[in-house]
């Protein structure tokens, strides 16, 4: 039982510690596809040394919205993480607390508070960016219930490491067609939660045009740098629940020893930077989408989920 509990802590680990490695990473590929110099790849640690270093200010006309929400921010990943193989193929501790649709609701927790907190500071960039977020869920979440339907028919489960098996054997279940149409709305959905280009572009800081990144616009220190890990975090666990739950469930440790647990992370890394390298091909030959056509884009997401799901049942 101790052994599991440790495994636990080692994922977590894992995901704390390599998920700025991840965003620094993804920002230098994309800065040398568009010929720039561009910053380290540990650019990310420096930042939150630094934000860790600085003094706190807190508007005057917040409440206690505003103070509690980095750490929900922080903390929603990491418990999702104790419930995602990130390490092993085999349940550990808390695995079966919740299932994929509880795991989303507690990352959908911390990008509810984080609009309440842009919302609670009165400023006005704040709040428009707070509501293009909601209308980036509200058209987000409907696709997530229906992928989330279509992993239990096909996986007979929304446990991630029942779903995980699932794939792993026999090998044909991976070329399903429902499975490949799963993974192309997945993706689709990642690039709409993470705020990334063709939906919203992270690297630009004109405020009426913000959506992800206008809710960390009034904090500082230590809130600021908790605010950047918890997405940093969240980005990272969604590429995890990808790689090693739909899209390449190999490489996981199935045994109990710490050698086939400690060569899994960096097998996980290799997968997280293979999906790096195609967000980097996708964000590389696409234009941000105008605000309406949005909705467009996830529309089309919906569709090709409820196709899967359909396609499971009739396979």
Do not use: C
Request: aromatic share 16%.
């Amino acid at each position: 039982m101790s052994k599991y509990i440790l495994f636990n802590i080692l994922q977590v680990l894992v995901v704390m510690v390599f998920s700025p490695l991840a965003m620094g990473v993804l920002n230098r590929l994309k800065e040398i596809v568009q010929s720039k110099k561009g910053p380290s790849i540990f650019q990310p640690y420096f930042d939150l040394l630094k934000l860790f270093q600085k003094d706190e200010v807190i508007p005057e006309e917040s409440t206690w919205i505003f103070r509690v929400t980095p750490y929900i921010v922080f903390m929603a990943p990491i418990f999702v993480t104790l419930l995602i193989p990130v390490l092993t193929s085999y349940p550990l501790f808390w695995a079966f607390m919740s299932d994929m649709v509880g795991a989303g609701f507690v990352l959908a927790l911390g990008g509810f508070f984080a609009v309440l907190a842009a919302i609670d500071t009165a400023n006005p960039y704040g709040a428009i960016g707070a509501s293009r977020t909601r209308m980036v869920s509200f058209l987000a979440e409907p696709v997530f219930l229906i992928v989330f339907f279509t992993v239990s028919f096909v996986a007979g489960s929304t446990i991630p490491y029942i779903v995980q098996q699932k794939w792993v054997t026999p090998i044909s279940n991976f070329f399903e067609p429902s499975h490949i149409l799963l993974l192309f709305a997945f993706v689709m959905l990642i690039l709409a939660e993470k705020g990334r280009i063709p939906v919203d572009n992270p690297s630009g800081h004109f405020e009426l045009a913000m959506i992800e990144e206008s809710k960390d616009l009034e904090y500082s220190g230590v809130g600021a740098a908790l605010m950047k890990w918890g997405g940093w975090m969240k980005f990272f666990v969604l590429m995890i629940i990808f790689s090693n739950v739909l899209f390449s469930p190999w490489g996981l440790a199935n045994t109990l020893g710490w050698g086939s647990v400690l060569l899994a992370i960096p097998l996980v890394l290799i997968k997280v930077f293979i999906f790096i390298l195609f967000l980097v091909v996708i964000e590389s030959s696409l234009a941000k989408l105008r605000l309406f056509r949005i909705s467009e884009f996830l529309s089309a997401a919906f569709v090709i989920a409820v196709i899967a799901m359909l396609a499971s049942i009739f396979e």
